[in-house]
């Protein structure tokens, strides 16, 4: 062979070789582009404009890569850049792949997975809204019952319950009560201290941690920061207006039942342990000291679903051992505080008081289907009633079904219990918001994600499914709450303010500080008017009557005090008993006046 023919056979063996070559690469280039297409489809839901765009480039440089390979020559140098760019692409979509694996999730994970939902508890709560509302609400609370005695029936025997015992009285035995010792000493401690302002500060403490409590809650259980924040601003516009006057006892029992599912709610994020249950014993036994009656449902439910969730996770000693762990946190505080009761001798009729509520239960008399309409309106005007039946669906995580089921039974409990007891007033209402206001952040969550499924240019604000949506009841609930307590003193009654004011002030100087005296009234103010201790541990007749040993003790106790003056309201009828008592026992005081009938001992 020749040496020109050897020197072309040498050349066509080069370009063979890198045609071959060149082969190898379009074919790895086209299983590349088949992949990144499948990883394209794989990842549409997650709509990725960087692996488009990255995925689009390959399709352009593999068509360049195709026409160069078709015009091929012997040229041996674009050959092997042509080898060098195919092996980049090659590792370019490696790290693709790498990366579209990372990003990639499962359809279930997408939906929401039940992991631990840590951000909701370790990010700080924002604090100028619940200080500024709490502060404000406090200072309205407080100062308006003294200044204008806006302060209805049940606010007029709580404030009364503070003044007594700074006057040496004890609960239960003294005074009628339905709520827990620790209320009560809030109560004598602001009396005791002499000021107002001790009492604003209670109310402000109260709100505060209540309203950062349901912060922390909405949040970790819908994990939005915009439905936290306005199911906060909500849960003060409701504690306002239905609490108006404040100084109840839902105010200051709602912070442990809100730090209490916040709890429940840590430990299905696997942020607590067994051990820390104490804690939560010790918030039970907080708010029992509080508002006993409310407490029970609370954390009978609360125990009712930890358990079922016990049982389905086979977790039944881990359930023992927290059930432990909570009595022990309960009797840390229960048994010093109890004894106080044993201490003064009033143990046994605080057990018996704090049941009032379920032992007045009566559903045949007229003030049943009085109210059943007044609860009803409630219910429905203020969204109660939409907010649970909207809660209705699907629920993704532990914590969500948990929840749900207290607030379900929680509310269906207490409110068939407020419509069989004898005591009407919006207040009672204070006690649903730690079930209701869960079920408003579910409704709102679901809203959003209705949105979002329908991919809407603009999201329906929460305001707007709340008020607008509801034909604006609530704002027409809202201002009756708050305007009526004031038209009712200020106008509709403000002869008989000013003639039980005359009153008070007539007995305060035919009297001595130790004579009692008895208000025939609905209301307790004429005892802190006059400076005068009740001579009944049952303040008014209109109140905690529920039960026939009640109006009998009343009787009875009325008879064996004999108190110096009994001022009658003559819109409250006198039974029979008491009626023989006054002719044969009293005389009438000459007092102007068309509204009360002032008696004297004789």
């Not at 029992?253 to 607590?272: C, H, R, T």
Request: with cysteine; hydrophobic share 45%.
């Amino acid at each position: 062979m020749s040496e020109k023919e050897q020197e072309s056979h040498k050349i066509g063996l080069q370009v063979g070789s890198n045609f071959q070559d060149t082969q190898e690469v379009r074919q790895v280039l086209d299983q590349s582009i088949s992949r990144a297409e499948e990883v394209l489809t794989a990842n549409q839901s997650l709509e990725s404009v960087e692996d488009s765009k990255e995925i689009q480039k390959i399709h352009e440089e593999a068509k360049e890569l195709e026409e160069t390979v078709a015009d091929a020559t012997i040229d041996t140098a674009p050959l092997s850049r042509l080898s060098r760019t195919a092996a980049r692409r090659k590792v370019d979509l490696s790290v693709l792949e790498a990366n579209d694996e990372e990003v990639q999730e499962t359809p279930e994970q997408i939906e929401r997975p039940e992991v631990p939902n840590r951000y909701a508890t370790k990010r700080p709560v924002p604090l100028s809204v619940p200080i500024a509302l709490s502060v404000l609400i406090s200072l309205v609370h407080v100062a308006l019952p003294y200044v204008n005695l806006l302060a209805t029936s049940q606010q007029s025997q709580d404030l009364y319950a503070g003044w007594a015992i700074a006057q040496g009285q004890v609960p239960y035995g003294h005074f009628f009560g339905i709520n827990g010792l620790l209320y009560y000493g809030l109560n004598g401690l602001g009396s005791l201290l002499g000021s107002q302002a001790f009492l604003a500060l209670f109310q402000v403490l109260a709100l505060f941690f209540a309203g950062t409590g349901i912060y922390r809650l909405v949040r970790s259980l819908v994990s939005s920061e915009k439905i936290a924040g306005q199911v906060q601003v909500l849960f003060y516009l409701l504690a306002g207006t239905l609490g108006f006057g404040g100084g109840y006892a839902g105010f200051y029992v709602l912070p442990f039942l809100f730090a209490s599912m916040n709890f429940i709610l840590s430990y299905l994020e696997g942020n607590k342990k067994d051990e820390s249950f104490i804690i939560y014993g010790i918030f039970a036994c907080l708010a029992f000291m509080i508002s006993p009656w409310l407490s029970l449902v609370f954390y009978f439910l609360a125990f009712l679903g930890l358990t079922a969730y016990h049982v389905k996770q086979k977790k039944f000693a881990h359930g023992f051992y927290q059930l432990l762990a909570s009595l022990l946190g309960f009797s840390l505080l229960f048994y010093p505080l109890g004894y106080i009761t044993v201490w003064n001798g009033s143990f046994g009729y605080a057990a018996h008081q704090a049941l009032y509520s379920l032992r007045a239960l009566k559903y045949t008399s007229v003030q049943f289907f009085g109210n059943l309409i007044f609860y009803g309106l409630l219910l429905l005007s203020l969204g109660f009633a939409s907010a649970f039946v909207m809660s209705f669906r699907k629920v993704s995580t532990s914590g969500q079904r948990i929840v749900r089921f207290m607030s379900w039974f929680g509310t269906l409990i207490i409110v068939t219990v407020l419509v069989g007891t004898p005591e009407q007033g919006a207040y009672q209402f204070l006690g649903l918001l730690p079930f209701i206001l869960p079920l408003l952040a579910l409704w709102f969550e679901g809203a959003e994600e209705g949105d979002s499924h329908r991919r809407k240019s603009k999201r329906s604000a929460i305001w707007s499914l709340y008020f607008a949506g509801q034909a604006f009841l609530p704002v027409l609930a809202m201002a009756y709450l708050i305007g009526y307590p004031i038209v009712n003193v200020l106008a509709l009654q403000y002869g008989l303010v000013s003639e039980r004011a005359t009153i008070a002030r007539y007995i305060q100087s035919h009297s001595d500080s130790n004579d009692t005296i008895y208000a025939w009234d609905q209301t307790a103010h004429l005892y802190q008017e006059s400076g005068r201790l009740a001579a009944s541990a049952l303040l008014t007749p209109t109140s905690y009557m529920g039960t026939g040993e009640n109006r009998t003790n009343l009787t009875n106790q009325i008879e064996e005090a004999k108190p110096k003056f009994i001022a009658v309201n003559r819109s409250v009828d006198v039974t029979a008993a008491v009626q023989k008592f006054l002719t044969k026992n009293y005389q009438k005081v000459d007092q102007k006046g068309s509204h009360y009938t002032l008696y004297q001992r004789k």
